[in-house]
């Protein structure tokens, strides 16, 4: 199984940055993606950024010149910069990996979402 522990979240006003973390344990043969997606009460979940094995990153293109995702490999980490932000960024950010186990199975994990708040 993964683990993912994730960390970072908080209030913030317009025009700040927060930088999220998202750290992936367990049987962890290889991360083939680990990304970002968040979510909004009463809307549906909405993908942020992803890296994927090889290093292609990939963003919402609203997010595309403000927020930046990077992975500490060695660690099984993923941090998210996310600055200028914006109110219409107040969401529940979840962690996603997708990830070969040992045993050889294939498994997508979420982590438990982390509050951002960015007020006017």
């Known amino acids: 199984q993964v683990q993912l522990v994730e960390s970072g979240g908080g209030l913030v006003q317009a025009g700040g940055s927060l930088r999220l973390s998202c750290e992936a344990s367990?049987?962890?043969?290889?991360?083939?993606?680990m990304g970002w997606y968040r979510q909004v009460p009463g809307k549906q979940r909405e993908f942020v950024a992803r890296?994927?094995?090889?290093?292609?990153?990939e963003y919402r293109d609203s997010v595309k010149v403000r927020f930046s995702l990077s992975r500490d490999t060695a660690k099984n980490t993923a941090y998210l910069q996310m600055n200028d932000l914006k109110p219409e960024d107040t969401a529940v950010y979840s962690c996603n990996v997708q990830a070969r186990l040992l045993d050889g199975w294939e498994r997508t994990s979420w982590g438990q979402g982390t509050q951002v708040t960015v007020s006017l």
């Open positions: 890296e994927m094995r090889g290093g292609g990153i």
């Open positions: 367990g049987n962890i043969d290889r991360i083939n993606v």
